[in-house]
């Protein structure tokens, strides 16, 4: 590694020249750092539920070398490039990790997207229903039909929170009534996101893509029903992408417990059997992506103790957690260690368009995480580094532990913890 660079790799047995300092990690799993393009930050605006010192502190621990922050949940949402400035000043000097940005595409701020891209963001999210904040409304078929040329154009991926209201619409009217007992009980809240809205959504999307070029990214994937959707669309040669997180990889809703709203996500966790097609989308590579969609909030917004899933924050704190949780169940499944790197740097990395990221070879920058894939842990919440210690995975058992993680040749945490001041950068598409 040479000015935070890969300069090059050297084979067993080869001479390494004079002055090279070596770093010897034993038998430990040496892996280009994660990238992780789902991340819900919260700042400014919302920086009690999370800020980019707690959550890249989180990243750091947990092998993560860049995160790309999602537009909402901050005040103001990065619709604009005002916006975009606010959040760059509230990160400057304070992020452990790399940071990009995505924009906002939501109802009435076409014109916004355009100096949005020039202004460097590395692509753009919207949902297609609501959000769950009144200030990133969702979008129709017409909104994004407006400014998918621009993409198309620019080939920067418009990420979309892929649910349609009707089939949603249609499950709510079969809910218990509000303040039912049955509230408690997360089959309520299954069947209150039904496959169909992810499935539909989908299909939409593949119609746009087809319609307009322009490259199109599901995320947070939960539906096995619409994998088949997906995959025709790559077999058609379409610019149509798919993530899944580590926690509809890893939970089941039949073993959620009454109350539990830790676990409550939109899209929900779904079946046993689901999450098994969801396994066998990603070894096919019909699924691109293993992303964390840390969302969290603050803990009253959860409803821990009214325990009601209908009426709690949807969104799952996890940042720190991806890689033990990914590989605790592709190791189950007798997936190995490549695959992971590809699903968590090379393919995120790809998707944002960051050319020097996701792969140790030369000329990369020198980002690594080194673990230990054989040891397992105990997740203790209070051991964990995002803002709040509120997360499902509480006394969860899972394989490979996080030894050290490397930021641009530099060591940026240790056995769990961050090391030294933060020193991550902030990135544009501009210098990708």
């Known amino acids: 590694m040479r000015d935070g660079r890969i300069d090059a790799l050297i084979g067993h047995g080869e001479e390494l020249g004079a002055g090279v300092v070596v770093?010897?990690?034993?038998?430990?799993?040496?892996?280009?750092?994660?990238?992780?393009?789902?991340?819900?930050?919260?700042?400014?605006?919302?920086?009690?539920?999370?800020?980019?010192?707690?959550?890249?502190?989180?990243?750091?621990?947990?092998?993560?070398?860049?995160?790309?922050?999602?537009?909402?949940?901050?005040?103001?949402?990065?619709?604009?490039?005002?916006?975009?400035?606010?959040?760059?000043?509230?990160?400057?000097?304070?992020?452990?990790?790399?940071?990009?940005?995505?924009?906002?595409?939501?109802?009435?701020?076409?014109?916004?997207?355009?100096?949005?891209?020039?202004?460097?963001?590395?692509?753009?999210?919207?949902?297609?229903?609501?959000?769950?904040?009144?200030?990133?409304?969702?979008?129709?078929?017409?909104?994004?039909?407006?400014?998918?040329?621009?993409?198309?154009?620019?080939?920067?991926?418009?990420?979309?929170?892929?649910?349609?209201?009707?089939?949603?619409?249609?499950?709510?009217?079969?809910?218990?009534?509000?303040?039912?007992?049955?509230?408690?009980?997360?089959?309520?809240?299954?069947?209150?996101?039904?496959?169909?809205?992810?499935?539909?959504?989908?299909?939409?999307?593949?119609?746009?893509?087809?319609?307009?070029?322009?490259?199109?990214?599901?995320?947070?994937?939960?539906?096995?029903?619409?994998?088949?959707?997906?995959?025709?669309?790559?077999?058609?040669?379409?610019?149509?992408?798919?993530?899944?997180?580590?926690?509809y990889l890893h939970f089941a809703a039949e073993d959620v417990p009454d109350g539990a709203t830790a676990f409550k996500c939109a899209p929900p966790l779904r079946e046993a059997e689901n999450r098994e097609l969801l396994w066998a989308g990603l070894s096919s590579g019909v699924l691109d992506a293993v992303v964390s969609d840390h969302s969290p909030c603050a803990p009253h917004l959860k409803g821990l103790e009214a325990g009601d899933f209908t009426a709690a924050w949807g969104g799952i704190a996890g940042l720190q957690l991806g890689l033990p949780t990914t590989w605790s169940g592709a190791r189950a499944r007798g997936l190995d260690l490549p695959r992971i790197s590809t699903w968590m740097s090379a393919a995120p990395a790809r998707l944002a368009g960051l050319t020097r990221k996701g792969r140790i070879a030369p000329g990369y920058d020198a980002d690594l995480v080194i673990w230990d894939p054989e040891a397992s842990f105990t997740v203790v919440p209070e051991r964990l580094h995002h803002r709040h210690p509120v997360t499902p995975y509480a006394g969860e058992v899972l394989h490979g532990v996080v030894r050290e993680t490397w930021l641009a040749g530099v060591r940026i945490a240790l056995d769990g913890d961050p090391v030294g001041a933060p020193r991550g950068r902030l990135l544009s598409a501009g210098d990708r």
């Open 23 to 247: 770093h010897d990690v034993g038998e430990l799993a040496v892996m280009a750092g994660l990238v992780d393009t789902h991340v819900h930050v919260n700042e400014p605006g919302r920086t009690e539920w999370e800020g980019f010192e707690s959550a890249t502190r989180a990243a750091a621990a947990g092998g993560i070398t860049t995160l790309v922050d999602m537009p909402l949940n901050s005040i103001p949402p990065t619709t604009t490039v005002e916006a975009l400035a606010a959040k760059r000043a509230a990160a400057e000097g304070h992020v452990h990790v790399d940071v990009g940005f995505w924009g906002g595409v939501v109802p009435g701020h076409d014109e916004h997207v355009q100096p949005l891209l020039d202004a460097g963001v590395l692509g753009f999210k919207s949902f297609l229903i609501e959000s769950g904040v009144e200030e990133f409304g969702p979008v129709d078929a017409g909104v994004l039909l407006a400014v998918l040329p621009l993409l198309a154009e620019a080939q920067r991926p418009l990420l979309v929170h892929a649910e349609l209201p009707g089939p949603i619409a249609e499950a709510a009217a079969g809910l218990p009534p509000e303040g039912s007992p049955e509230h408690r009980h997360y089959r309520t809240w299954l069947a209150a996101r039904p496959r169909r809205a992810e499935d539909e959504a989908v299909a939409l999307l593949v119609q746009l893509t087809r319609e307009t070029g322009a490259p199109l990214h599901v995320v947070h994937h939960a539906s096995s029903d619409s994998l088949e959707l997906i995959a025709r669309s790559r077999d058609e040669g379409l610019s149509l992408t798919a993530e899944t997180c580590p926690h």
